[in-house]
């Protein structure tokens, strides 16, 4: 299925797809949006470890199973995230993330 | 050019574009649903690089969980028809900076490294090979991570719904609410 | 269980009672008895160490105990006793005692303030127990700590800053002692072997003189903080007028002593090289607090203040002996430790409890007290005269120790800087009868004092106690000095064979 | 040898009584207290009569001269082998000769008192205080060693502290106590180092060992030399200024005036006849090293003796009240006596100045006394001080009236009363040695016999004075020492002092000097004379004399400005000019060099908590950029 693609496409895909996410991560204000750009930049982290294991490690399963946990990871992180965007809404009212600077000093 | 390659290139667009349109959409609904777009062809990718397993899990968990998780805390908080402000012209410059720059620095290394590929054959990734793995305790086995992570998602199950839950200590204290 | 740890686990154990009474009004009896134990502890301590001496142990310590607790670094939890150690803890448990008494009447938080006060003199305890120097150290910040707390909660006028400022400085200056601690640690095995904390092993060794060029200051100014060594001293009067009747009482009576003896065990003891070398320095700064605290103290108006400044110059003396090296000098530095801590811890209980009464610390708002509360004038007046060196008290013995035995050094300058030092005594005289003419004689000068009550009972118990062991120490002061004196053999041993003279 | 441990008793029954006073005082009848300690204080007046007997006259002598006797020693604090403080009992002619005068006038002034002080509020302080008192000037003349002499010397210091302020709600009484205590304070600084000057160089504190004349400790230590003096000439000194002090010479003596305003019994006891004698018995103390050591230092103290003797006369014939004048007449014949011991030699006739001082010690203690408790009286008779408030009190006070008059004549030196004796010999003794000084002393001897006589005649003579209630005699507890005192006065003169109480032990021969005594005898009627003519009746001769000379008279009533120049050099120098300072200093250099160094952590500290804003994504872009850096640091330029 891969023939005639080389690495460095993944890799340069998932790096793209990667400082899309951080630059989204760095200028959204909305905590949600925020959280949007992280699954964006834990998803070119899985592309890297799926490209990295299918061409170099074709004989292991580590990078697979790494997507995986990280999948799992990253479904806990959006749950607890959420609830705590809804809590800081409920207190706040507002999820805008430069509203929310209690912890500051 | 081959099929797979126009796949690939089809999906690398598919990716980027939405990837962009997600990170600088003014409609957060529309964002989410750029947000699947790139979920999904993310998961295309994974079918392409023959992880079928993977893949499935990316659309059922992503596309099917996580994403519905967003809308619903969306629809909860946001009106659907709001639009957002655009970011800073300075916010934005400098975070764009930051983020090309990384960008090319990675591109760049990606580029100067040469990588070997090696000739061992390749693995089949049978369902069964997985289960196996994932419950082994041998050299490839992964049940320590496994089991850490079923009780990581117990924990993250009990702390959503204990933080999320209405009443509790947090209402009683003095709030320092910052309410406009 | 060995006798000293016992004054280690008295106090715990008192605070566990102290923690575990339901009324309040029990906290402060099981202080008392828990206090009253550890007074008695000491005299059994004073009786066993007199009596193994008598049968000739000639140990360097006594009733020592070792046990390893950190066995990487050699850290041990060492115990034993020396009659100066002896003698510390003696009054160590006689100034806590009587604070309990002097802060019989505090009730905000009562629990947390016994159990602070009795944190802070396990501190205390333990430091004067050790001979390891990590231990020493450990039992040295625990003293210190609690002190915040007792200041910035239970005190009086700008409590937190004053706080804040003691706090911080102390510390800083337990960073210097750890510096040095460690610096000692590393070169106490200058032949190679087992590095060790041990105090009476690394007293075997000489540390190269590199070494001791650094670590001597950083010691010896890190407990001189403490010490109200100029010009670190400027807690001392901010702390002091800020901190409740008790804690002054512990701190001045007894945790400035921990300066002093730790400067004599770690920095003099250790290094004597360096002391002789270095010492010049020192001597000026000393004798500059001795003279500077009793000047200073001539035109304050708040009695607190006063004192402070008067401990600064007393302090001042004990540093200024020890370095004298000299085994006179040497004795009269731990008798003025002694008879600064009971002199200074009467002033202050009776400046608590004169302020209790009138609520006010100013001495130009006060003026006639001898008629109107006699038993702690005459009491105010007894610690006035024994603070300025009036013989049949403990003041005068340590002065005239250190005098006489300064005055033998063989240098010219350490001669002259002894008589400049001396001179504080006229000072002292000056600034002591200001305060007794102003405060306590004279006509009456306030018609709403006339209804105040004198001392009540746990007043005189806390008062008397103190004002008996001055009395003690002053009319009958050879078993004390030759006690200390015999302790000191080591020490003068290992600078005698330095340099004879 | 006979057994003398007994007298340990002596200074420590009052010691026990002070005890016993102060802490039980309060809880006694007055009566009873007062009388506890007059009876300790009789008790051991006996035990030093029958010492003195015993000593004098039973003591087996060496070569013709009275030993040196340790009766009691112990050793109360080692400083090192051979420096420790011993406590002890050292009996020689001159501690016996202070014995008997300490017990005899504290004895009297206990009686006294009893009169004196009935229904005072704190009458068993008083008594408490003066056993104290007793204690400590009895351990002093008994020390074996010189640092037990400092010891009690600071213990008769708070003695005289406590009783000066006896009035303690009197702001007078209150400053003029701080101001004894301080000064005489300062003095003893001086002898505190002159101790140590003195151990440090012969290595001992021991009074045997010192003085010695044929001992180490004297051949010790003269050799080396610091500014043109040696080494025991300054220590000398520096133990003469703690003489200076206690003794109240110039320019130590500004307490003295002032300190009357304690108890006139006390001023009597301590402040006539016994503590301010302390500088000299001191100097007759270390008579042997001062005379073979410090010839120089005995140089200063016949100075010193003289000029304070001739500075305070002057300044008595101008005071009015009357306790002043007794106060500089003290002065005055305090100094009379260190004279006297300067000019002395050591050994038999050389000694005579030695002899005629003790003399006049010992008969200056009886008669000032006495003029003492008669001026008590007195005040207790008209309530006042001043002599301008008093006159033509023969009538009423008859008894008081004679034996002031004793005192006055033998005072100014009329013969056969005993400071005929003894002024004479001290001249005779001055004569031999340095005319200036005997020229200074007959001066002094005409202006004592006109200041006392004018007091005399302004108080029992003089004007008719209007009394509000009539002055009447004193109760017999008063008049009683009056009279036993003016016998011994007049009589004590017939003590042969050169047999019992000389430089080196032996007995020597003196007789009258005519050539000396006639002369001093003709200034005293001189004085007493003019005192008759100015002040016998109420005449407007003084008045006229104090304007022809203003400015001296003016100066001299002020007491030469010496208060005004010691509160400028306290108030001015010291507090306004030392304290403050060093206070400011303290609180704002010192402590503000370590509240700075909060100050600038706090403020770099404030400035730099911006960066932690709370702002989520400025926190991610400071990460992410340092991160990218980082990276462009290893990959690239870290080569």
Same mark, same amino acid.
């Given at each position: 299925m891969n023939a005639g693609i080389p690495i460095q496409y993944f890799l340069i895909l998932a790096a793209i797809m990667f400082f899309t996410g951080i630059y989204g991560f760095l200028t959204r204000r909305?905590?949600?949006?925020?959280?949007?750009?992280?699954?964006?930049?834990l998803n070119s982290v899985n592309i890297n470890f799926l490209a990295f294991n299918r061409y170099l490690y074709p004989h292991k399963l580590d990078g697979m199973f790494f997507s995986l946990f990280i999948i799992a990871v990253a479904a806990a992180e959006a749950a607890v995230a959420i609830s705590i965007i809804i809590n800081i809404y409920r207190r706040f009212t507002t999820i805008n993330v430069e509203d929310v600077d209690e912890m500051k000093y | 050019m081959i099929a797979n390659q126009i796949m690939f290139f089809l999906l690398s667009a598919m990716i980027i574009v939405f990837s962009i349109l997600t990170v600088i959409s003014r409609k957060i609904l529309r964002a989410a649903i750029y947000l699947l777009f790139v979920l999904v062809s993310t998961s295309g990718l994974y079918f392409m690089l023959n992880y079928q397993f993977l893949a499935a899990v990316q659309l059922t968990v992503y596309a099917g969980g996580i994403v519905v998780l967003i809308i619903?805390?969306? /629809? /909860?908080?946001?009106?659907?028809?709001?639009?957002?402000?655009?970011?800073? /012209?300075?916010?934005?410059?400098?975070?764009? !900076?930051?983020?090309?720059?990384?960008? !090319?620095?990675?591109?760049?290394? !990606?580029?100067d490294y040469k990588f070997e590929a090696t000739a061992i054959a390749a693995k089949e990734v049978d369902m069964r090979l997985i289960g196996k793995s994932l419950l082994s305790v041998d050299y490839d086995g992964y049940v320590l991570p496994f089991e850490v992570i079923s009780v990581l998602l117990l924990a993250a199950m009990v702390a959503a719904i204990a933080i999320a839950k209405k009443s509790g200590p947090a209402k009683t204290q003095s709030p320092t609410l910052k309410q406009e | 269980m060995d006798i000293l740890t016992q004054f280690v686990v008295i106090p715990l154990l008192t605070i566990t009672g102290i923690i575990l009474v339901k009324d309040t009004r029990q906290v402060k009896m099981v202080s008392a008895i828990g206090m009253g134990l550890q007074l008695i502890m000491a005299g059994i301590l004073l009786f066993l160490y007199v009596s193994a001496r008598r049968a000739g142990n000639s140990a360097e310590m006594l009733f020592v105990k070792d046990i390893v607790w950190f066995k990487s670094l050699n850290i041990h939890y060492t115990v034993g006793v020396d009659g100066i150690s002896v003698a510390m803890i003696c009054l160590t448990s006689l100034v806590v005692f009587a604070g309990i008494f002097a802060s019989w009447e505090v009730d905000f938080l009562r629990k947390e303030f016994f159990v602070s006060l009795i944190l802070l003199a396990t501190g205390v305890f333990g430091f004067f127990i050790s001979i390891d120097l990590f231990t020493m150290f450990l039992f040295y910040e625990l003293a210190v700590i609690p002190m915040y707390l007792l200041i910035g909660i239970w005190g009086s006028g700008p409590k937190e800053y004053a706080a804040m400022k003691l706090t911080l400085m102390l510390m800083g200056a337990s960073a210097l002692i750890l510096v040095g601690i460690l610096g000692?640690?590393?070169n106490s095995a200058p032949a190679g072997g087992q590095l060790t904390f041990n105090i009476l092993d690394i007293s075997k060794v000489k540390i190269p003189m590199s070494a001791q060029y650094l670590f001597f200051p950083l010691t010896f100014v890190g407990f001189g903080v403490l010490g109200a060594l100029f010009p670190f001293h400027t807690w001392s009067p901010d702390g002091h007028s800020s901190a409740p009747t008790a804690v002054s009482m512990l701190h001045a009576g007894v945790l400035m002593k921990l300066g002093g003896y730790g400067a004599f065990r770690v920095a003099i003891f250790l290094m004597p090289e360096a002391v002789k070398e270095l010492s010049w320095i020192f001597i000026i700064l000393t004798s500059v607090s001795v003279i500077y605290g009793a000047f200073g103290a001539i035109v304050q108006k708040d009695l607190k203040y006063i004192n402070a400044y008067s401990s600064v110059s007393h302090c001042g003396l004990v540093l200024f002996a020890i370095l004298m090296l000299n085994q006179t000098a040497m004795t009269g530095a731990i008798i003025q430790m002694i008879s600064h801590g009971l002199m200074t811890a009467l002033f202050f209980a009776l400046i608590g409890m004169i302020y209790g009464r009138t609520h006010t610390r100013m001495i130009n708002e006060m003026g006639g007290l001898m008629k109107v509360i006699p038993f702690l004038s005459v009491c105010y007046v007894i610690a006035g005269?024994?603070?300025?060196?009036?013989?049949?008290?403990?003041?005068?013995?340590?002065?005239?120790?250190?005098?006489?035995?300064?005055?033998?050094?063989?240098?010219?300058?350490?001669?002259?800087?002894?008589?400049?030092?001396?001179?504080?005594?006229?000072?002292?005289?000056?600034?002591?009868?200001?305060?007794?003419?102003?405060l306590l004689l004279g006509p009456a000068t306030n018609e709403h004092f006339d209804h105040f009550t004198d001392a009540k009972w746990f007043e005189k118990v806390s008062v008397i106690t103190l004002i008996c062991f001055i009395a003690l120490i002053g009319l009958a002061p050879f078993w004390l000095s030759s006690m200390i004196g015999s302790s000191l053999q080591p020490i003068m041993n290992k600078i005698l064979a330095l340099n004879p003279f | 040898m006979i057994n003398l441990g007994y007298t340990i008793w002596i200074p420590l029954l009052p010691f026990l009584m002070f005890l016993l006073l102060g802490l039980a005082g309060h809880k006694l009848k007055h009566k009873l207290s007062g009388l506890l300690g007059t009876g300790g204080l009789a008790i051991i007046t006996v035990l030093s009569y029958i010492t003195a007997y015993k000593y004098f006259f039973t003591s087996e002598k060496i070569d013709g001269a009275y030993q040196k006797i340790t009766a009691f020693n112990i050793t109360w604090l080692q400083f090192t082998d051979k420096l420790h403080i011993d406590l002890g009992v050292l009996l020689d002619p001159i501690s016996v000769m202070m014995l008997i005068v300490i017990t005899t006038v504290s004895f009297m002034v206990h009686i006294y008192s009893l009169g004196y002080m009935k229904g005072e509020k704190g009458f068993e302080r008083y008594f408490a205080f003066l056993s104290l008192f007793s204690f400590s000037m009895l351990g002093l003349v008994l020390a074996t060693n010189i640092f037990q002499m400092y010891i009690f010397w600071e213990l008769v210091g708070v003695s005289s502290y406590l009783? =000066?302020?006896?009035?303690?709600?009197?702001?007078?009484?209150?400053?003029?106590?701080?101001?004894? +205590?301080?000064?005489?304070?300062? *003095?003893? %600084?001086?002898?505190?180092?002159? =101790?140590? %000057? %003195?151990?440090?160089?012969?290595?001992?504190?021991? @009074?045997? #060992?010192?003085?010695?004349?044929?001992?180490?400790?004297?051949?010790?230590?003269?050799?080396?030399?610091?500014?043109? $003096?040696?080494?025991? #000439?300054?220590?000398?000194? +520096?133990?003469?200024?703690?003489? =200076?002090?206690?003794?109240?010479?110039?320019?130590?003596?500004?307490? $003295?005036?002032?300190?009357?305003?304690?108890?006139?019994?006390?001023?009597?006891?301590?402040?006539?006849? #016994?503590?301010?004698?302390?500088?000299?018995?001191?100097?007759?103390?270390?008579?042997?090293?001062?005379? @073979?050591? *410090?010839?120089? *230092? %005995?140089?200063?103290?016949?100075?010193?003796?003289?000029?304070?003797?001739l500075f305070a006369a002057i300044i008595a014939c101008t005071q009015t009240d009357i306790k002043r004048v007794l106060a500089y007449s003290t002065i005055s014949q305090i100094g009379y006596m260190l004279l006297a011991l300067g000019v002395s030699g050591y050994?038999?006739?050389?000694?005579l100045g030695y002899m005629a001082s003790m003399f006049h010690l010992f008969a200056h203690a009886m008669f000032k006394a006495l003029l003492f408790l008669g001026a008590g009286a007195i005040i207790h008779a008209v309530h006042s001080n001043y002599m301008t408030d008093m006159g033509g009190l023969r009538k009423y006070l008859p008894v008081t009236h004679m034996t002031f008059l004793i005192a006055c004549l033998t005072i100014a030196g009329i013969p056969p009363l005993s400071g005929f004796f003894s002024k004479d010999e001290i001249l005779a003794a001055a004569l031999h040695s340095n005319k200036l000084l005997f020229a200074v002393e007959y001066a002094v001897a005409g202006l004592t016999a006109f200041y006392m006589f004018r007091i005399y005649f302004s108080i029992f003579w003089g004007k008719e004075t209007q009394y509000h209630e009539t002055p009447h005699e004193a109760p017999p507890t008063m008049t009683i020492p009056l009279i036993v005192l003016a016998i011994g006065s007049a009589l004590s003169g017939l003590i042969p002092f050169n047999e019992l109480v000389t430089s080196d032990g032996k007995a020597f021969e003196s007789e009258i000097e005519l050539l000396v005594a006639i002369p001093s005898v003709l200034i005293g009627l001189l004085g007493i004379g003019i005192a008759y003519v100015m002040y016998r009746k109420e005449t407007t001769i003084p008045e006229k004399l104090a304007a022809t000379f203003k400015y001296s008279y003016k100066w001299a009533y002020n007491k030469f400005y010496m208060d005004e120049l010691y509160l400028f050099v306290t108030k001015k120098i010291i507090f306004k000019h030392i304290s403050e300072p060093v206070a400011w200093f303290d609180r704002h250099i010192v402590d503000g060099t370590m509240n700075a160094i909060a100050y600038v952590t706090q403020s770099v500290s404030f400035r730099i908590r911006g960066l932690q804003s709370g702002q989520l994504q400025k926190y991610a872009y400071v990460f992410f950029t340092g991160a990218i850096l980082l990276a462009i640091l290893f990959i690239y330029l870290w080569k």
């Amino acid at each position: 299925m891969n023939a005639g693609i080389p690495i460095q496409y993944f890799l340069i895909l998932a790096a793209i797809m990667f400082f899309t996410g951080i630059y989204g991560f760095l200028t959204r204000r909305n905590l949600i949006t925020i959280l949007m750009s992280v699954e964006l930049i834990l998803n070119s982290v899985n592309i890297n470890f799926l490209a990295f294991n299918r061409y170099l490690y074709p004989h292991k399963l580590d990078g697979m199973f790494f997507s995986l946990f990280i999948i799992a990871v990253a479904a806990a992180e959006a749950a607890v995230a959420i609830s705590i965007i809804i809590n800081i809404y409920r207190r706040f009212t507002t999820i805008n993330v430069e509203d929310v600077d209690e912890m500051k000093y | 050019m081959i099929a797979n390659q126009i796949m690939f290139f089809l999906l690398s667009a598919m990716i980027i574009v939405f990837s962009i349109l997600t990170v600088i959409s003014r409609k957060i609904l529309r964002a989410a649903i750029y947000l699947l777009f790139v979920l999904v062809s993310t998961s295309g990718l994974y079918f392409m690089l023959n992880y079928q397993f993977l893949a499935a899990v990316q659309l059922t968990v992503y596309a099917g969980g996580i994403v519905v998780l967003i809308i619903f805390s969306i /629809l /909860l908080t946001s009106h659907i028809s709001q639009r957002f402000e655009p970011a800073g /012209l300075k916010k934005s410059m400098f975070s764009a !900076i930051a983020a090309l720059t990384g960008a !090319i620095l990675s591109i760049v290394t !990606i580029l100067d490294y040469k990588f070997e590929a090696t000739a061992i054959a390749a693995k089949e990734v049978d369902m069964r090979l997985i289960g196996k793995s994932l419950l082994s305790v041998d050299y490839d086995g992964y049940v320590l991570p496994f089991e850490v992570i079923s009780v990581l998602l117990l924990a993250a199950m009990v702390a959503a719904i204990a933080i999320a839950k209405k009443s509790g200590p947090a209402k009683t204290q003095s709030p320092t609410l910052k309410q406009e | 269980m060995d006798i000293l740890t016992q004054f280690v686990v008295i106090p715990l154990l008192t605070i566990t009672g102290i923690i575990l009474v339901k009324d309040t009004r029990q906290v402060k009896m099981v202080s008392a008895i828990g206090m009253g134990l550890q007074l008695i502890m000491a005299g059994i301590l004073l009786f066993l160490y007199v009596s193994a001496r008598r049968a000739g142990n000639s140990a360097e310590m006594l009733f020592v105990k070792d046990i390893v607790w950190f066995k990487s670094l050699n850290i041990h939890y060492t115990v034993g006793v020396d009659g100066i150690s002896v003698a510390m803890i003696c009054l160590t448990s006689l100034v806590v005692f009587a604070g309990i008494f002097a802060s019989w009447e505090v009730d905000f938080l009562r629990k947390e303030f016994f159990v602070s006060l009795i944190l802070l003199a396990t501190g205390v305890f333990g430091f004067f127990i050790s001979i390891d120097l990590f231990t020493m150290f450990l039992f040295y910040e625990l003293a210190v700590i609690p002190m915040y707390l007792l200041i910035g909660i239970w005190g009086s006028g700008p409590k937190e800053y004053a706080a804040m400022k003691l706090t911080l400085m102390l510390m800083g200056a337990s960073a210097l002692i750890l510096v040095g601690i460690l610096g000692i640690y590393f070169n106490s095995a200058p032949a190679g072997g087992q590095l060790t904390f041990n105090i009476l092993d690394i007293s075997k060794v000489k540390i190269p003189m590199s070494a001791q060029y650094l670590f001597f200051p950083l010691t010896f100014v890190g407990f001189g903080v403490l010490g109200a060594l100029f010009p670190f001293h400027t807690w001392s009067p901010d702390g002091h007028s800020s901190a409740p009747t008790a804690v002054s009482m512990l701190h001045a009576g007894v945790l400035m002593k921990l300066g002093g003896y730790g400067a004599f065990r770690v920095a003099i003891f250790l290094m004597p090289e360096a002391v002789k070398e270095l010492s010049w320095i020192f001597i000026i700064l000393t004798s500059v607090s001795v003279i500077y605290g009793a000047f200073g103290a001539i035109v304050q108006k708040d009695l607190k203040y006063i004192n402070a400044y008067s401990s600064v110059s007393h302090c001042g003396l004990v540093l200024f002996a020890i370095l004298m090296l000299n085994q006179t000098a040497m004795t009269g530095a731990i008798i003025q430790m002694i008879s600064h801590g009971l002199m200074t811890a009467l002033f202050f209980a009776l400046i608590g409890m004169i302020y209790g009464r009138t609520h006010t610390r100013m001495i130009n708002e006060m003026g006639g007290l001898m008629k109107v509360i006699p038993f702690l004038s005459v009491c105010y007046v007894i610690a006035g005269l024994a603070s300025l060196g009036l013989p049949g008290f403990s003041g005068f013995v340590a002065e005239m120790t250190i005098f006489v035995g300064a005055f033998q050094h063989p240098e010219i300058f350490y001669r002259v800087v002894t008589v400049i030092a001396a001179s504080s005594i006229v000072i002292t005289a000056v600034y002591i009868l200001r305060v007794v003419a102003i405060l306590l004689l004279g006509p009456a000068t306030n018609e709403h004092f006339d209804h105040f009550t004198d001392a009540k009972w746990f007043e005189k118990v806390s008062v008397i106690t103190l004002i008996c062991f001055i009395a003690l120490i002053g009319l009958a002061p050879f078993w004390l000095s030759s006690m200390i004196g015999s302790s000191l053999q080591p020490i003068m041993n290992k600078i005698l064979a330095l340099n004879p003279f | 040898m006979i057994n003398l441990g007994y007298t340990i008793w002596i200074p420590l029954l009052p010691f026990l009584m002070f005890l016993l006073l102060g802490l039980a005082g309060h809880k006694l009848k007055h009566k009873l207290s007062g009388l506890l300690g007059t009876g300790g204080l009789a008790i051991i007046t006996v035990l030093s009569y029958i010492t003195a007997y015993k000593y004098f006259f039973t003591s087996e002598k060496i070569d013709g001269a009275y030993q040196k006797i340790t009766a009691f020693n112990i050793t109360w604090l080692q400083f090192t082998d051979k420096l420790h403080i011993d406590l002890g009992v050292l009996l020689d002619p001159i501690s016996v000769m202070m014995l008997i005068v300490i017990t005899t006038v504290s004895f009297m002034v206990h009686i006294y008192s009893l009169g004196y002080m009935k229904g005072e509020k704190g009458f068993e302080r008083y008594f408490a205080f003066l056993s104290l008192f007793s204690f400590s000037m009895l351990g002093l003349v008994l020390a074996t060693n010189i640092f037990q002499m400092y010891i009690f010397w600071e213990l008769v210091g708070v003695s005289s502290y406590l009783l =000066i302020g006896f009035y303690y709600q009197k702001p007078s009484a209150v400053s003029a106590s701080k101001k004894a +205590f301080i000064v005489t304070r300062f *003095a003893d %600084l001086g002898f505190l180092i002159g =101790i140590l %000057l %003195l151990s440090f160089n012969t290595k001992t504190f021991d @009074f045997i #060992t010192l003085t010695d004349p044929t001992g180490t400790a004297i051949a010790q230590g003269s050799g080396i030399v610091f500014m043109g $003096l040696s080494v025991m #000439t300054w220590s000398m000194i +520096f133990v003469f200024m703690g003489g =200076i002090g206690k003794s109240a010479m110039f320019p130590f003596h500004i307490w $003295l005036p002032d300190a009357m305003e304690g108890p006139t019994p006390v001023s009597a006891l301590i402040h006539a006849a #016994t503590m301010v004698v302390a500088g000299v018995y001191l100097i007759a103390r270390m008579f042997p090293i001062y005379t @073979f050591s *410090a010839p120089v *230092a %005995l140089e200063v103290v016949a100075y010193v003796g003289a000029f304070s003797s001739l500075f305070a006369a002057i300044i008595a014939c101008t005071q009015t009240d009357i306790k002043r004048v007794l106060a500089y007449s003290t002065i005055s014949q305090i100094g009379y006596m260190l004279l006297a011991l300067g000019v002395s030699g050591y050994g038999g006739y050389e000694g005579l100045g030695y002899m005629a001082s003790m003399f006049h010690l010992f008969a200056h203690a009886m008669f000032k006394a006495l003029l003492f408790l008669g001026a008590g009286a007195i005040i207790h008779a008209v309530h006042s001080n001043y002599m301008t408030d008093m006159g033509g009190l023969r009538k009423y006070l008859p008894v008081t009236h004679m034996t002031f008059l004793i005192a006055c004549l033998t005072i100014a030196g009329i013969p056969p009363l005993s400071g005929f004796f003894s002024k004479d010999e001290i001249l005779a003794a001055a004569l031999h040695s340095n005319k200036l000084l005997f020229a200074v002393e007959y001066a002094v001897a005409g202006l004592t016999a006109f200041y006392m006589f004018r007091i005399y005649f302004s108080i029992f003579w003089g004007k008719e004075t209007q009394y509000h209630e009539t002055p009447h005699e004193a109760p017999p507890t008063m008049t009683i020492p009056l009279i036993v005192l003016a016998i011994g006065s007049a009589l004590s003169g017939l003590i042969p002092f050169n047999e019992l109480v000389t430089s080196d032990g032996k007995a020597f021969e003196s007789e009258i000097e005519l050539l000396v005594a006639i002369p001093s005898v003709l200034i005293g009627l001189l004085g007493i004379g003019i005192a008759y003519v100015m002040y016998r009746k109420e005449t407007t001769i003084p008045e006229k004399l104090a304007a022809t000379f203003k400015y001296s008279y003016k100066w001299a009533y002020n007491k030469f400005y010496m208060d005004e120049l010691y509160l400028f050099v306290t108030k001015k120098i010291i507090f306004k000019h030392i304290s403050e300072p060093v206070a400011w200093f303290d609180r704002h250099i010192v402590d503000g060099t370590m509240n700075a160094i909060a100050y600038v952590t706090q403020s770099v500290s404030f400035r730099i908590r911006g960066l932690q804003s709370g702002q989520l994504q400025k926190y991610a872009y400071v990460f992410f950029t340092g991160a990218i850096l980082l990276a462009i640091l290893f990959i690239y330029l870290w080569k």
